[in-house]
C-alpha cells in the first residue's frame, strides 16, 4: 500500500495556520473576545429583575389580580418568554402565565440558566417566594450557537487565509533555501534519464536529491523523500531480512573514500523487495570538508532471482551428481567382484595378488595361496538343478570370508573353485586356516545337501618365481588332495610336483599347450593396455573382457591352471590392436565397407606385435596370432599355417568364445542374437571356421554357466555404466565451472558413447547440451538440460531399460 505523503511547504504552512488558531482560541478562553451567551443571560435577568420589583410592591399591597395582569403583557409583548409564574416560598404558585410545569425545568436549583430565570421577592425582612420567568432558547441548534460565537467566525475567516498567505510565503522560501536549486536543469534531466537510481544527500544523510529512477523504487512522490535520511529508508541485508546497520554512504563519509557493489535489500511501501548493488561517493567542498554524499542504487533484483533459482538447480544437480558418484563407486566395487558369490572376481584378484607377491618379496613376509574346490559339485547340480547349485556357491563363499581374515583375499575362480590368498601367513598357518575351512563346511548342511571341500595349499616359504608358479602350485596340491579321496588339505611339496597334473579319465592336455607358461604375465601392465584400450573405446575394451571370461569358462578342465591364465590374458589382450584403428572406422555406427574392413582386420597383426614387444611369453603370441585361424586352414595361402589340431588350444578356444560374443552383443547396425541362435551358428561352422568339439564343450560349458544370466541378460555392462556416469560428472564440473568449451567437448564425447550403446535418450540430450554450449546459450538453460541428462542417469536401472527398448524396436 502506498504511503500517504505530504510536500514540506504545505507542512509547514500548515503548521503555521494550526498555530494561529490556537492563539485564537487562547484568547477566546481568556475572555477577551465577548460571548454572546452570556450577554443574552444578563439582559434576560435584568427583565426579570425589573419585574421582580414591581410584583414585590404587588405582594405588598397584596395585589394578585394586577400580578397577573403584568405577567399577561410581559407575554405578550416579548415573544422569548414561554411561561411565566410567581411561587411562595412554601411552593404555592399564586399567578402564572402559559404552560409553566412544563417549561420550568430547573428543579431546586436556585442559579439562573439562559433559559430558566427567577429571582427572589422578598415581604418585609423575610423571602415571600420566587418569580419564575422560561424563556425560549437562544439558538436553535449547536451550529448556530457555534457560528454566533466571535471566536468561530474568526478561525472561519483568517486560518484560511492565513494558510494561503503561509503557503506562498513558504513556497517562495523554500526555493531560495532548496539544496537542489543549485544544481542545474540539464543535470537533472541527465539524471533522471539514468536506469539506475542516484540521491544526493547532506552531511546528515537527508536527501536533498533523488532522481526519477530511485523515486520509482522507494514507491514516493519526490516530495516526501526531500529532506528524509537515506538510512531511514527500509533497508536490509541481502537475502536477509536482517536490518542493515552499516551504509556506504555512510562509510563514504566516515573513511573519505568510495564504497562500490554493496548489496542492499530494500522493502518499498509497496511491500516489494528489491535488491540493489550500491555505490558510495564522498562530496568534498573547496577546503576538502565534507558536505555530504553520493549514492548510486543499481537494481539487480532480476539477476538476483535468477543466481538464486540457478544456485538451486546447480546445488539439485550436485545432488545428482553425488547419487551417480555414489552409484559408480558401487559399481566399480561390483565390477571386481563375481556377482553370484561376492567374492572377487579372477581379475580384481590377479591384480591384487600380484601387489601381495611383491610386497611378500620386497619385506620378505610370508605368503600363502590356498586352491578350494566344492567336492562332486557336477553330481550336486545334476541332482538338484542349478539353481540350488548357485546357492551352494554363495553359501561356500560365505563361509570362506567368515573363515578368513579381513585383509585376506577370497576369489572365485572358476566353476566351483575358490582361491585365498593369506598375506603374511607361514605354511604351518595357512594350514590351520585351511583345516578350519574344511571342517566349517563339512560340518554345515547347505539346503540339506552334504557339502565337503579339497584344498591344496602353497607358500612363498618354497620359494616360487612369480604369482603364477604359486597359484599352479597350490592347483597341483588341490589336485593332489582329490586324488586322495577329498576333503582333506595338502601342501605343496617335491613329491607332488612330480605327480601327473590330471586325473585319469580327465580331458588331456596337448603336450605343446603345456611347454613354457611358466613365464609370469605382469597383470599390471596387462591392466595399463585394457586401461588404455577402455580410454579408446569402452565397447571393444568390455567384449575382451567378456571373451576373457569365456575363455575361462571354456579352458578350465582341459588346461592346466597357468595355461587358462594364459588363455585369460590372451582374451583380454586379442583386439589390443585396435588402438591404432582410426575413430572413424572403429567408432563407426554402420555397418564396415570392404576397404575399412581391411584396415580393421590389419588389428590382429599389430595387436600380437603389441603383445610380442611388451610380454616374455611365446605361448601368449601364439594363442593370440593364430585365434582367428579357421579350423580347417582353408582361409590361409601359407601351407606352413597351422590347422585342426595343430592349432594352439588356446587359439581355437578364443576363436570360438571371440566369435560367440560377438553375435550375442547388442551393434547400432543389428540386433543381438540370442545364445540358442549363436550356438546353432557354431555347429554350423564347426569342422570349418571352428574345431567341433570345442564347439559342443564350450556350448556346454556356457550353457551350465549362463543358464540364468541368459534370461535376464543386461545389454549395458557396469563398465560401459560407469564410463557414462564418469562422462556425466565432467559435464556437471563444466557446467558448475561456466567452462563451455570443455562442455561442449565432454557432451559430444557423451553423445558418441550413448549412441554407440544404444541409449538414444541420453545422446540426444547430451547433443543439445552441445549444441547450447557451442552457441554460449543462457546459463539457465544449460543448467536444465544437465538436470534432464542427470535425471535419466539417476536410476541405475534406466540405462539397462532403454538398451533394453532398443533392441526391441531393432528386432521390430
Known sequence: MKRFSIAPDIRISLGLALFTMTLLMGVDMLGVLPDPNKAVLNLRKKTCESLAVYASLAVQKEDLRAIQTTLDVLKQRNEDILSAALRKKSGTVVAKVGDHELNWNNGNNESSTATNVQVPIIKGDARWGTFEVSFKAAYANLLEELWDKPVVKLLVLIVPFAFLGYYLLMKKTLRHLDPSAVVPERVKVALDSLVEGVVLMDHQERIVLANKAFEKTVGDFKGSLMGQKTSDLNWTLAKSREHAQNFPWQQAMREGASQAAIPLTLRNGDGNARTFMVNGAPILDAAGKMRGALAT??????????????????NALEKSRDEIRRQNQELQVLATQDPLTRCLNRRAFFERFEAEFNRSQRYGHSLSCIMVDIDHFKSINDKHGHPVGDKVLQQVGNILHECVRVSDLVCRYGGEEFCILLPETNTQGGLHTAERIRRTIASKSIFG???????????????????????????KALYAAKRRGRDRVVCYSEEISCLPEKESGESPICEADKKGADVHIPHHVVNALMLALEH????????????????????????????CFVLEIAGLLHDIGKLGVPDSILLKPGPLTDEEWQIMRDHERRSVDVIASTFLSPELVEVVKHHSHRYDGSSSQDPSRPKEKDIPLGARILNIADAFHAMVSHRPYRQARSYEEAFKELRRCGGTQFDPDLVEHFVEVVSARDESRRKGKEPVSNSMKIEI???????????NNSSFSTLSAAAEHLA??????????????????EKAAGENRDQMEIVQLTSKLLQLCDSRNHLHIEAIDKQKNLAA
Open 725 to 735: 556416469g564418469r562422462e556425466v560428472e565432467k559435464i556437471f564440473v563444466a557446467v
Open 449 to 475: 545337501i552334504a557339502v565337503t571341500v579339497s584344498l591344496g595349499l602353497s607358500s612363498f616359504d618354497s620359494e616360487p618365481a612369480n604369482p603364477s608358479e604359486l597359484l599352479n602350485r597350490a592347483d
Open 297 to 314: 542504487f543499481d537494481d539487480v533484483t532480476l539477476i538476483e532471482q535468477q543466481n538464486t533459482e540457478l544456485q538451486d538447480m546447480l
Open 752 to 769: 558418441t558413447r550413448a549412441t554407440q550403446y544404444g541409449l538414444a535418450q541420453i545422446a540426444e540430450t547430451a547433443s543439445e547440451i
Open 536 to 563: 579408446r573405446d569402452i565397447a571393444t575394451a568390455e567384449h575382451s573382457r567378456q571373451v576373457a571370461d569365456l575363455c575361462v569358462a571354456a579352458g578350465q578342465g582341459l588346461m592346466s591352471i597357468n595355461e
